[in-house]
């Protein structure tokens, strides 16, 4: 049982992961990950490289070989969902390694993504995207609508990586590693884009190694250790606590 320090845990999480299994192949690498995510959240999966944070997106997404677990999104279990239709339900993920469509436009590739509007279980409505609205949060997508995917720099794929996943009007967004690779000044737009979506009561789960990014963001950390997790709590309770830091993520 992993340690646990700050707030409780939110009471009714719009994302509720218990006891969640992964394997690729025969090895075995999430070991009875729980985490919970709730509305207007941004919760951070901290943790070394191959702590399993990756995996455990992928997991929750249905994007690994094989998994086992209780994954209740809005409610409804998607632990035997198909990761298209978890992307249906309002489940957004964003790759680390991006994945946009290189001979395909900016617009072509926001189009892709594109899904009905949503609402909330009290009858309001989840924030809907359109390519305009996305051009405002991203300001560098929208002086290049007409630019293919191969011709964007790593940054501007990250956002418009972000910017598809966001077309297909998701409740909770699944961001994979967003500090990685890319300029500062792409960094800080990540973690303002962050901030609007929490404002507006998107949840955010995101695995991340960048602890002055975490921090800037997320509400709540997991830190992960060899596919467990090993720490729960508040990220300030995580920043304020040297030994943890220092035996789980190496600062």
């Not at 926001?110 to 924030?127: K, N, S």
């Not at 790593?154 to 998701?170: F, K, S, Y």
């Not at 960094?187 to 998107?202: D, F, N, P, S």
Request: charged fraction near 20%; charge should be positive.
């Amino acid at each position: 049982m992993g340690k646990q320090d700050g707030r409780e845990q939110p009471k009714t999480p719009l994302l509720q992961v218990d006891g969640l299994h992964a394997w690729y192949g025969a090895a075995h690498i999430l070991h009875g990950v729980s985490v919970q995510v709730g509305r207007g959240e941004v919760v951070a999966l901290m943790g070394r490289n191959g702590a399993g944070k990756s995996t455990t997106l992928k997991s929750i997404a249905a994007l690994v070989p094989r998994r086992e677990g209780k994954i209740l999104f809005r409610g409804e279990d998607l632990a035997r969902k198909a990761a298209h239709q978890i992307a249906q339900r309002g489940l957004g993920y964003v790759p680390e390694d991006r994945r946009i469509f290189t001979e395909l436009t900016v617009l072509e590739n926001l189009e892709v993504g594109r899904q009905p509007p949503r609402t909330w279980p009290d009858g309001t409505a989840v924030p809907h995207w359109t390519p305009e609205k996305l051009f405002a949060l991203f300001p560098n997508l929208g002086e290049m609508p007409d630019r293919l995917g191969g011709r964007m720099s790593g940054g501007e794929q990250q956002m418009l990586t972000v910017a598809r996943t966001l077309m297909g009007q998701p409740c909770l967004v699944l961001l994979d590693e967003p500090s990685e690779g890319v300029a500062p000044l792409i960094v800080e737009q990540m973690a303002r884009t962050i901030l609007q979506l929490k404002q507006a009561g998107i949840g955010i789960l995101l695995s991340e190694q960048n602890l002055p990014f975490a921090q800037a963001v997320a509400d709540r950390a997991y830190v992960l250790e060899k596919g467990q997790i090993v720490w729960s709590g508040a990220m300030a309770a995580l920043a304020g606590d040297a030994n943890v830091r220092r035996q789980y993520l190496g600062v």
